[in-house]
T-cell receptor
Framework: SQTIHQWPATLVQPVGSPLSLECTVE??????LYWYRQAAGRGLQLLFY??????ISSEVPQNLSASRPQDRQFILSSKKLLLSDSGFYLC????????????FGPGTRLTVL | GEDVEQSLFLSVREGDSSVINCTYT??????LYWYKQEPGAGLQLLTY?????DMKQDQRLTVLLNKKDKHLSLRIADTQTGDSAIYFC?????????FGAGTTVTVRA
């Protein structure tokens, strides 16, 4: 069966520091991968998605970036965090293109102070 | 992109039925989903409905879809304390999900 992991579970970082969040998927190959952010009391906002290694699409302009160095690994990064980057970051995967269900990881709670 | 709207809060007595409503704008959504989020956790897929269906039942869950009105609802029968959570509806269009803000369901004894 497929599983999705996110690391770390929680993170507290100062403003201006770098960020690296990791997402890995097991039990499948060539998944579509997604990064979402959930701000407090709000729905999910799609940040990035990837349909293959090295293929990243950005949905919103911001100081975050994403990379997919391996088939089942998706990294969310920032060179300098802002206060507004605080939130709950969720990674998701799906198999296929147009209609496949997305399955979510446990999330990373990021607090920028 | 799609706009998805939900009411923010619902309080229900244990044993009663809960109905969570959602409206969406993009009629080309292929699938519509309901996810559940418990405190501090990721999203758990509850159920989904294909856009050419108008009803789907899965144990205590019933999804109704009114394409004409672009209205989706989730009914939970015999609501239990473990059903307390935030429920998100989402529309899928070309493998992108658009989420509502979530409905916080509180089950009271």
């Amino acid at each position: 069966s497929q599983t999705i992991h996110q690391w770390p579970a929680t993170l507290v970082q100062p403003v201006g520091s770098p960020l690296s969040l990791e997402c890995t998927v097991e039990g499948t190959s060539n998944p579509n991968l997604y990064w979402y952010r959930q701000a407090a009391g709000r729905g999910l906002q799609l940040l990035f998605y990837s349909v293959g290694i090295g293929q990243i699409s950005s949905e919103v302009p911001q100081n975050l970036s994403a990379s997919r160095p391996q088939d089942r690994q998706f990294i969310l990064s920032s060179k300098k965090l802002l206060l507004s980057d605080s939130g709950f970051y969720l990674c998701a995967w799906s198999q296929g293109r147009h209609t496949d269900t997305q399955y979510f990881g446990p999330g990373t709670r990021l607090t920028v102070l | 992109g799609e706009d998805v709207e939900q009411s923010l809060f619902l309080s229900v007595r244990e044993g009663d039925s809960s109905v969570i409503n959602c409206t969406y704008t993009d009629s080309s959504s292929t699938y519509l989903y309901w996810y559940k989020q418990e405190p501090g956790a990721g999203l758990q897929l509850l159920t989904y409905i294909f856009s050419n269906m108008d009803m789907k039942q899965d144990q205590r869950l019933t999804v109704l879809l009114n394409k004409k009105d672009k209205h989706l609802s989730l009914r939970i029968a015999d609501t239990q304390t473990g059903d307390s959570a935030i429920y998100f509806c989402a529309g899928m269009n070309d493998y992108k999900l658009s989420f509502g803000a979530g409905t916080t369901v509180t089950v009271r004894a």
